[in-house]
């Protein structure tokens, strides 16, 4: 409470969950009511939302290790309005078709 009551974190880092909707429903069952959920999403949306809401405003930065079909998903377009509306991207870095965690095979940014 202490670091919300001063007006949050000074960074947050994530290397949030992957997960798709349509493949685990039930991950999704408490957040129906979050401002950026719109179905046909992924979780880590959520996460990302979070990490917007309890950072300075202005003066606190987020990195983030996200798929990088982000910037184009119809599923993720109220996260991309709320990064829009709350946020300034300092950087990408998009690794293009080399897969950083081999294991999961998704590209990363």
Do not use: C, H
């Amino acid at each position: 409470p202490d670091v919300m009551n001063t007006g949050g974190f000074e960074t947050v880092l994530m290397n949030p969950p992957y997960i798709k909707e349509d493949e685990n429903k039930e991950a999704f069952a408490s957040s129906k009511s979050n401002p950026i959920y719109q179905g046909k999403m992924d979780l880590w949306y959520l996460f990302g939302g979070l990490a917007l809401d309890i950072v300075q405003p202005k003066t606190g930065y987020v990195g983030v290790i996200a798929q990088n079909n982000w910037v184009t998903s119809d599923g993720a377009s109220k996260f991309r309005d709320k990064v829009v509306r709350e946020a300034r991207i300092e950087r990408f870095i998009d690794f293009g078709a080399y897969n950083v965690f081999k294991e999961a095979g998704i590209q990363t940014m």
